[in-house]
């Protein structure tokens, strides 16, 4: 509930208190003071026209009023418009603006000073203005509503009939103080009818997109939802004042992961998961988190479609690996088998060169078995066995094995680890794979006197860089593609390995190249966390 204490009210307490029994002013009783501060109903709603009608019912009696009009301001205008009239103010015009710096009460809202009105037709001010006043109005009290935040926001008037007698400078003084509440209450209203207008056009948003919303309090009561919850868990937690009650009646494959969700958010915890309702046939992405404010959010987004789309896209990208592969390898079969074939032609054309042509066929019978060798590795599923390592122990090791090639080509291998480097949880001899693999491409690709760099940050990001003939685009988007090599010895599963071990770990490979400056691949093996 929102309460407004201000020290306006204790001040308008304390006057009535010492001067309810002067000049016919009634007590204040305690209970009035109260009434006036509450301008929220339990429910946290603000319901500003309730608020304004009480303060009017209220201040007729206190002020022994005859009529009472509040006018609030519209906008960011200099317009003001009446909110709410009373008894001999009650007759005017439910449309009635107040223009600032005209007629009475625009010139108190101009010059934002209370004013107290005897007899019109003494004040002179008004008279050189011009300014003319019911008749039947005797005597009355104009005060701007003002906040130090918003300015003047309204102006308050308080009369008497010419029958009940003129009101006293201690009236002034008692309505400037209500009017101080007043004026507090209207722009706290208005800032929070924004902000629950704000919430509600979030909501309405969240909603439209798709998606699941539930906002819950702190004692596990709903502050917001939006409908696609009652659609997705099949129950409306609308008919629930909290969701230990509702958690039972949804969709069963929601029940056990979304309380398991819940209590972790209570635990100050982020918590992902997927739900598969097998009897709807769709699938949802799930969030629980806990809120700054204490309270927990639920966010549910159906990812039927989004999943179908990709197993789609995953079997045409399979199917288009497939039949990528199937060509390469007949093609790579095929060379060794032309060879086969002509050494038997010659064979049966002279069976005296049989001894020489064997030789050639089991020399290419083996280059067979090591291409069906290499086929059958790449095919297999990758299994690991982790171990923690070092990536700069396993690149310098690399460097050794690799020393006499680096040095035939005059070029340097230097491996940089930042003093901090990472242990990393991986399987050691596909890890050593992979960099073998990266670094003799990066040697292949450079010239004598360049250099080709390993350096690993302290994040565990490993970066193999070379000067060499770098690559244009179109090749550096088949990189990944099996059997893709423009070498003439090439076998163009090297970075496909490299990729499939990647993924194996979890982690990422990524490739930046320009031509004619160098190479670089990036591995990174903190993205499984990330993801
Ligand atoms: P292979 O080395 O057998 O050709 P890879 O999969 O290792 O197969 O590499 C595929 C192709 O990518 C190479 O043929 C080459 O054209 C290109 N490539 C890979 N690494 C580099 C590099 N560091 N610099 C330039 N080109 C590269
Ligand atoms: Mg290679």
Known sequence: MLKIVIPATLKFRQFYAENKHMNGIRPVREHDIYELMDIAHPDGTVDLDEYLQR??????????????????????????????????????????????????????????????????????????????????????????????????????????????????????????????????????????????TKTQHVMRAIDQVGFGLMLIGQEGEFIDFTSECSTILQSRPREHLTVNTYLPTISPPFQRPLKLGLERAQKGLNYRFRVQDDTRGTSYAVVTSP??????????????????????????????????????????????????RSAATMILEDPLLATEFAEII?????????????????????????????????????????????????????????????????????????????????????????TVTVEIDSYGVVKIQDQGIGMEPHVVDRLFTPFFTTKPSGTGLGLSMCQKIMEAHKSKISVASTPGQGTTVELNFNSKNAA
């Open 55 to 196: 303060v009017v019912t209220k201040s007729l009696e206190w002020f022994d009023a005859s009529g009472i009009s509040i006018f609030v301001r519209d906008g960011g205008t200099d317009v003001f418009r009446l909110a709410k009239a009373d008894g001999l103010l009650s007759k005017v015009p439910k449309d009635a603006t107040i223009h600032e710096g005209e007629g009475i009460a625009g010139l108190a809202i101009a010059e934002q000073t209370a004013r107290l009105l005897k007899d019109p037709r003494t004040e002179q001010d008004l008279i050189e203005k011009g300014i003319k006043k019911n008749e039947a109005i005797g005597s009355s009290l104009i005060v701007p509503l003002a906040t130090r935040n918003a300015g003047c926001i309204g102006v308050l008037n308080v009369a008497r009939s010419v029958e009940t007698g003129d009101f006293q400078e201690t009236d002034l003084e008692a309505a400037e103080a209500l009017g101080r509440q007043l004026a507090l209450a209207v722009s706290n209203a208005r800032s929070f009818s924004q902000m629950a």
């Open 291 to 340: 809120l700054a404010n204490g309270g927990l959010v639920v966010a549910i987004h159906d990812i039927t479609d989004h999943e179908k789309a990709r197993e789609a896209y995953d079997r045409i990208r399979r199917l288009a690996e497939i039949g990528q592969m199937t060509a390469s390898i007949a093609h790579e079969l095929r060379n060794p088998l032309a060879g086969i």
């Open 362 to 450: 089991d020399r290419e019978a083996i280059k067979l078995n090591q291409l069906c060798g290499t086929f059958l590795e790449f095919a297999k599923p990758i299994s690991l066995e982790y171990e923690p390592i070092k990536i700069s122990d396993i690149a310098r090791n690399l460097g050794v094995t690799h020393a006499s090639e680096f040095e035939k080509q005059h070029v340097r291998l230097e491996v940089k680890s930042s003093g901090d480097e990472p242990v990393l949880f991986a399987d050691p001899l596909r890890i050593e794979q992979v960099m073998r693999n990266l670094i003799l491409n990066a040697l292949e690709a450079s010239t004598s006197g360049q």
